[in-house]
C-alpha cells in the first residue's frame, strides 16, 4: 500500500508542479492536495512499518508547496485583457493607405481604359 500512495504522489506532485507553473490558475491546488494526502498516507504506512520515511516527507513538501503556490496564483496574476490602441492606431492607418492605394489604382485604370479608347477609335 506504500508504494501505491507513493507512486501516486509522485505523480500528483509532477502534474501539480507542472499545473503551478503553466498557466492553469487555480485548478493546480488538486494535484497539490492529491499529493498532500498520499504523502501523508504513505508517510502513515512507512512510519507504521517502521520503513524509511524520507521519501513520504518529500512528495508532503511537495504537495503543501504546488498547494500554496497554485492557490495564491489567484491573487497575484491577474488575468485582464488591455486594449491595444498603438495597434488599433496602425490598423485605421494600413485601412487608409489601403484605400489611398486603391484610389490610385482605380485613376490609373480609368487613364488606361482612355488610351484604349482612343486607340480603338483611330
Do not use: C, H
Not at 503553466?22 to 498520499?38: N, R, S
Not at 524509511?52 to 503556490?69: C, E, H, N, R, Y
Not at 492557490?71 to 486594449?83: I, N, R, T, Y
Not at 490602441?85 to 482612355?114: H, R, V, Y
Request: hydrophobic share 50%; net charge negative.
Amino acid at each position: 500500500m506504500r508504494i501505491i500512495l507513493l507512486s501516486v504522489a509522485a505523480i500528483a506532485a509532477f502534474l501539480g508542479i507542472i499545473m503551478a507553473i503553466l498557466p492553469f490558475g487555480t485548478i493546480g491546488v488538486l494535484p497539490g492536495v492529491v499529493a498532500l494526502i498520499a504523502g501523508f498516507g504513505a508517510y502513515y504506512f512507512s512510519k507504521k512499518n517502521d520503513k524509511p520515511q524520507k521519501l513520504s516527507i518529500l512528495f508532503l513538501t511537495i504537495g503543501v508547496l504546488v498547494a500554496v503556490a497554485s492557490g495564491s496564483k489567484s491573487f497575484w496574476v491577474k488575468d485582464e485583457v488591455a486594449v491595444d490602441t498603438e495597434f488599433q492606431q496602425k490598423e485605421e492607418q494600413s485601412k487608409e493607405e489601403a484605400i489611398e492605394d486603391l484610389k490610385e489604382i482605380e485613376s490609373e485604370l480609368e487613364e488606361i481604359e482612355g488610351d484604349l479608347e482612343e486607340i480603338e477609335s483611330e
